[in-house]
């Protein structure tokens, strides 16, 4: 499979989440992976980028949200970097863990869905930004 | 810049069909769609067949729009979701809102359980 990495940037509105989700959807199924797995890759991306856009730029068109690619040998992972202010990752994710029990609620289930899709999801705070890691392993054929 | 979304409505006997013409349901359509709802309950409609049938992808905004009219619906009304197909099916079973809402394959099925 082909390596290497690509960084994509939007202006932080909704309406330009579909490119990026989109563009990660081509980049993935050239590697290749099944249509299912580009899906499921494109669907947590976006998710990411929900969240950057809403909760950590507060709807702040003039901020900027970028994904990194990177294409491994074993591994997809895309790094989804905002400049939102610092947040509590692990609480983040115990509400998602219990949110997962409640499929009625309402709102919330974005970061529930992107630990369904993928194996590993790591939380840094680089400088004034955070960076949100997403990690699917590649099944070997 | 993507297009607002685009509903179309039909009655069919005593229930109301809404299509979502888009192939996305995400953050971008989903506050129109979460409108569209309000007003159509706010005028009465209480049985409605959410005909999802042209969406390929859909995120937890477009599921968080589709819950908020079941739930605004609540014990006086019904809202059931025909046509969901492929990765869109997919995420309803991942979130279990395959659970949570009636869905059906196409909308005369949907019309016909309204019905009852």
């Known amino acids: 499979m082909p390596t290497g990495g690509i960084t994509l940037s939007i202006e932080s ?7 990026v989700g989109q563009a990660i959807n081509k980049i993935v199924s050239s590697i290749p992976v099944s249509e299912k797995t580009a899906f499921e ?3 947590a991306v976006v998710e990411a980028l929900n969240n950057a856009v809403e909760h950590a730029h507060h709807l702040q068109r003039a901020k900027r949200v970028k994904v990194r690619v990177s294409l491994e040998s074993d591994l997809v992972s895309f790094t989804v970097i ?14 998602a863990a219990i949110m997962e029990n409640v499929p009625e609620v ?3 289930r974005g970061l529930g869905i992107i630990r369904s899709l993928m194996d590993e999801i790591k939380y840094e705070r680089k400088g004034k930004a955070n960076h949100i890691t997403l990690i699917r392993y590649l099944k070997r054929s | 810049m993507k297009a ?11 229930a109301l ?5 888009d192939s996305r349901f995400d953050a971008v359509s989903a506050p129109v769609v979460r409108e569209r709802f309000a007003a159509l309950i706010g005028e009465g409609h209480h049985r409605i067949a959410f005909d999802i049938s042209e969406v390929e992808f ?3 905004s477009g599921l968080s729009a589709a819950v908020w009219a079941l739930k605004r619906l609540g014990d006086d009304g019904k809202l059931v979701i025909s046509g969901a197909r492929g990765s869109v099916m997919s995420v309803l079973r991942l979130t279990r809102l395959d659970k949570v809402f009636r869905l059906f394959p196409n909308t005369g099925m949907a019309v016909a ?4």
């Open chain 2, 17 to 21: 069909i809404v299509k979502l013409l």
């Open chain 1, 82 to 95: 905002d400049q939102g202010a610092p947040f509590d990752f692990e609480a983040a994710m115990r509400t």
């Open chain 2, 4 to 14: 607002s979304p685009r509903l179309e409505e039909q009655f069919e006997g005593n």
């Open chain 2, 113 to 116: 359980a309204l019905s009852d």
């Open chain 2, 58 to 60: 859909i995120d937890s």
């Open chain 1, 106 to 108: 309402e709102r919330g």
């Open chain 1, 41 to 43: 890759m494109e669907l």
């Open chain 1, 13 to 19: 509105q909704f309406e330009n989440i579909f490119l």
